[in-house]
């Protein structure tokens, strides 16, 4: 029997997570005692961030970091700011790190961080001053061979060069290594900011190749315009896919003749432009009809829990790749499977992220830069692997491929566990 789940925890995310994980381990017959170990985070830590806003008031708000998992490594995680990131929300992601990390293959643990904030409503200095006291209040648990962070939604570059001066200034020398998805003046990556996208990309055409299609002739929607969607909706397009729709969190555009994504790219990266404001490209659609456009190929970029039992019955693709973390519920997960949709789990599509993030911290170590194309040739290798080994697992067990690469990530977990034993 599975498992109770911790209290302190509870939200949707985690509990979404934590069905994912119970399904998994029971399905491969996990040992009681390290599912048990496995169910709550390693280590959670919850801090008050204090900063002085530009007119001089103290403004406080809420950090958190969490731990998942470090039997195999240090962990690694982005930072997220949002609204409504809360300890449950960041437990979440900091347990699907685990597996995804588990299941690429790189020394890692799983952990996440996060600020509840709408980052949109913070001057660049105020920004900083949050980055730097949020840092300074969790820095006693990071390091670059304890726990590393790197961007999610709401962080960029830049926040992340903060986060490294903000670390080093209290070591007093420079630590590169303790933050992935940095500016490559400060000993960032070469394709580290594009890598999330890449390899969204590269599981896209992988997964249409292996049912003989072309992606010249495949149709994508895809929610969320950020880091993750906007390269996506680039390198698919380059590709030559037909993008029809893509959409921020103001609402989207359609074009089923196809979107002018180079164009829609400019605006909405170097100007900032909403992409719903950007008028002649296509017609003006809301978010929740977006999801359910006829496509061959829907990509959630943007939040979890966005495709539910509710619209999972009306999804007009064939294939959903997940590059969002959890946009599927357990329910519409079902609904899905039932429909013969065939989805690639988040834990696999979205890997490249930190795929590249262990270059960047390799490359960090070793003080020596990776050429672009090694970069992109090592990530193919390591993407395309893995789904090739999920897609015939999957077929081999009778499972989804959710099911396939979960079960791979926990296995690796629970082997290093074994190794290691319980201290003391
Ligand atoms: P981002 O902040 O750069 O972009 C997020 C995008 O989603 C923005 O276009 C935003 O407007 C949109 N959005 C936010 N709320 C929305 C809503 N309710 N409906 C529709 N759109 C909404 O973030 P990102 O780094 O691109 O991350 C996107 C997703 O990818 C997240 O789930 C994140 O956890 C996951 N992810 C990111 C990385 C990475 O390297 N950045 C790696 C793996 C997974």
Request: hydrophobic share 40%; proline share 6%.
């Amino acid at each position: 029997m599975a498992p109770e789940l911790s209290q302190e925890f509870d939200h949707p995310t985690f509990r979404l997570a934590v069905a994912q994980f119970d399904e998994a381990a029971h399905l491969m017959h996990l040992d009681p005692n390290l599912w048990e170990r496995l169910k709550a985070p390693h280590r959670s830590l919850c801090v008050s961030v204090p900063i002085r806003l530009d007119n001089g008031d103290i403004k406080v708000y809420r950090g958190y970091r969490v731990q998942h998992d470090m039997s195999r490594g240090p962990t690694k995680g982005g930072i997220r700011y949002h609204p409504e990131v809360c300890l449950g929300e960041v437990a979440a992601l900091a347990m699907w790190m685990t597996w995804k990390t588990a299941l690429a293959g790189v020394p890692y643990g799983g952990a996440k961080g996060g600020v509840t904030v709408n980052p949109a409503m913070l001057s660049p200095a105020e920004l900083e001053r949050l980055t730097r006291r949020y840092i300074a209040e969790i820095s006693p648990i990071l390091g670059p061979d304890k726990d590393i962070p790197a961007p999610d939604i709401g962080t960029t570059p830049q926040v992340m060069a903060w986060v490294m001066d903000t670390y080093s200034q209290q070591v007093g020398y420079s630590v590169p290594g303790i933050v992935t998805g940095k500016p490559l003046a400060i000993g960032g990556s070469l394709g580290r900011e594009e890598a999330t996208g890449r390899g969204v990309a590269d599981i896209t055409l992988e997964t249409l190749r292996q049912d003989n299609r072309s992606i010249t002739d495949a149709t994508v929607v895809i929610q969320g315009f950020g880091n993750v969607g906007s390269h996506t909706a680039r390198l698919l397009h380059q590709r030559g896919a037909r993008i029809v729709a893509v959409s921020d969190q103001q609402g989207g555009l359609y074009n089923p003749e196809g979107l002018d994504i180079p164009a829609i790219f400019a605006h909405c990266t170097q100007e900032k432009t909403p992409v719903p404001s950007l008028t002649g490209f296509g017609d003006r659609i809301f978010n929740e009809d977006l999801l359910t456009l006829p496509c061959q190929v829907l990509i959630p970029a943007a939040v979890s829990e966005q495709i539910t039992e509710k619209n999972a019955p009306a999804l007009s693709c064939q294939y959903l790749i997940e590059a969002a973390n959890g946009p599927t519920t357990l329910s519409a997960d079902a609904i899905l499977q039932d429909r013969g949709i065939l989805t690639v789990p988040d834990i696999l599509a979205n890997a490249g992220g930190v795929i590249v993030s262990y270059f960047e911290w390799v490359q960090d170590a070793q003080r020596f830069s990776w050429k672009e194309s090694d970069i992109h040739a090592r990530l193919h290798e390591i993407m395309t692997s893995a789904f090739q080994r999920m897609l015939a697992r999957s077929k081999e067990k009778r499972v989804s491929m959710r099911m396939a690469a979960l079960m791979t990530g926990i296995e690796e977990v629970a082997q290093a566990h074994q190794c290691r034993g319980l201290y003391p």
